[in-house]
């Protein structure tokens, strides 16, 4: 029976995480549907370059030390203390950095708006650096549902403030305050939500501790933000804006996708890994279900978009953003495998092999940064598609160390996740098949009939084949309905 009810625990923080992620899209969604109608390609291509620097900016406040204080087995008051005050004042010099470096980037892209909207959106570094302790107490506590809340609000007034601001035509401007404001009523909720406050304390020995995990962390993660980002600064430089105004928008609607799933099995998975790092066959176990459940909702959902891309883009965005359909259909091919190598990370991150994250990341990009410059000469679509060969060779580069530490050969990650590829491949192509023959003049009727017909005939082949994620929510979904009775 425990282990029925951890099952369950660990299945209701999902399903609370993965209500936030998905709440959170979709509005955001809706916000970016507006932006979009009423902003042209080049305005957020803007927006996209900037938003490289500030991300990675970022990473230096919210992902190494954040992720040190979930993963570390013991963690006490002057632990989070001494992260709180290391993070503002990290935070502080990041600011001040990019405020001096923001003229030199404006004249690279030879784009004189950078210099003030760079300066502009940089405040979100400092007011992050308020809520990585909050986020990590949360993640600790398995209290995913505070956290839903305080996104899902700060989303909502967030938009409505940059739907306003739109509207009333102050242009880019509106995404600024979009993204200012949404972290700044973030941070407010989250301190009144998390019942932890920091004290004057400073250790030089809780620092030296999650800083010998954090700073691995932190340059793996590095390495990956630049390299994830880089397509965006190459066609930022080499081609017309508006190609990467497009391709913005496609890997805005992909990544919030697989991003707000897979984020929110990694955000309840890491504590949960972190607990066996000591148990090999433990975590290869939870390592199994974890690759299961995230294959099981991700890979039909990423295929079933790309079967659907087309229609999709002109109901969202209205038909002058069209070229956006066949960038989506690329990056979401690409996008179906991160649950994989994702899960493989997020084992060695549990068992404290954070060296090995940094070394597979360098491998990667290095490979990664070869096809981004090799494809450019083909063309901005040729650029694109090198996202679809390098996730798959992350795929099997992640894989080769877990076949060490905890003995799950790529063989047998190939065989648990192949059922949920082939359903999903059979699913797409009745569905792209069922979009170029019907007759229907409305797109929004096509597009809700594909959907339809795609879930039927995924979910049927789940009925019939039984794939080991199937079985395992229906068992979680009887157990749940025994609880409450």
Not at 370 to 389: D, E, K, R, T, W
Request: proline share 2%; hydrophobic share 50%; aromatic share 12%.
């Amino acid at each position: 029976m425990e282990g029925n009810v951890n099952g369950i625990k660990i299945i209701s923080n999902f399903l609370w995480k993965f209500c936030e992620r998905s709440g959170l899209q979709f509005v955001n969604l809706i916000v970016q549907i507006v932006l979009a109608r009423l902003l042209t390609p080049s305005d957020f291509a803007i927006v996209a370059i900037i938003t490289v620097f500030i991300t990675i900016a970022n990473i230096f406040i919210q992902t190494g030390f954040g992720t040190a204080l979930i993963q570390c087995e013991q963690v006490d008051d002057d632990d989070y203390s001494t992260i709180f005050f290391v993070s503002l004042i990290t935070s502080v010099m990041l600011v001040l950095i990019l405020a001096i470096i923001a003229p030199l980037i404006s004249s690279f892209y030879k784009m004189s708006e950078l210099t003030i909207l760079i300066r502009a959106q940089s405040i979100i570094i400092f007011i992050g650096a308020f809520n990585t302790v909050q986020q990590a107490v949360m993640s600790r506590r398995m209290q995913f549902k505070k956290n839903f809340y305080a996104r899902i609000i700060a989303c909502l007034i967030s938009g409505i403030i940059a739907t306003i601001a739109a509207y009333k035509g102050l242009g880019v401007w509106s995404i600024i305050l979009l993204n200012v404001s949404n972290n700044l009523f973030y941070t407010i909720l989250l301190w009144i939500l998390v019942k932890w406050k920091p004290k004057l304390v400073f250790s030089i020995n809780s620092f030296n501790k999650l800083f010998s995990f954090s700073w691995k962390l932190i340059l793996a993660n590095l390495i990956g933000t630049l390299y994830d980002n880089l397509r965006t600064l190459v066609m930022g430089k080499f081609y017309d804006k508006s190609l990467l105004g497009y391709y913005n928008r496609s890997d805005m609607i992909a990544s919030s996708l697989m991003n707000g799933v897979t984020s929110s099995i990694s955000a309840v998975m890491l504590p949960v890994l972190s607990r066996y790092q000591n148990d090999v066959n433990k975590i290869k176990e939870k390592l199994k279900k974890t690759f299961s459940i995230n294959c099981f909702i991700c890979v039909p959902m990423m295929f079933g978009l790309a079967a659907t891309a087309d229609n999709l883009i002109i109901i969202l965005f209205t038909s002058k953003w069209s070229t956006s359909g066949i960038f989506l259909s690329i990056l979401c091919i690409g996008y179906s495998f991160y649950p994989i190598h994702s899960a493989n990370l997020q084992a060695l991150y549990a068992i404290g092999e954070s060296g090995v994250v940094l070394k597979l990341e360098i491998i990667k990009k290095l490979l990664g940064v070869l096809l981004i410059f090799l494809s450019i000469p083909f063309g901005v679509y040729a650029v694109a598609a090198s996202v679809v060969v390098m996730s798959i060779l992350s795929t099997v580069i992640n894989s080769i160390p877990n076949i060490r530490y905890i003995g799950y050969s790529l063989r047998e990650q190939i065989l648990d996740v192949s059922p949920y590829y082939i359903m999903s491949i059979i699913m797409s192509i009745i569905v792209y098949t069922v979009g170029n023959v019907l007759p229907f003049k409305l797109i929004l009727c096509k597009l809700l009939l594909q959907i339809a017909i795609g879930i039927g005939v995924y979910l049927l082949q789940c009925v019939i084949v039984r794939p080991y994620a199937y079985k395992y929510f229906i068992n979680v979904i009887k157990q749940r309905s025994k609880l409450i009775k």
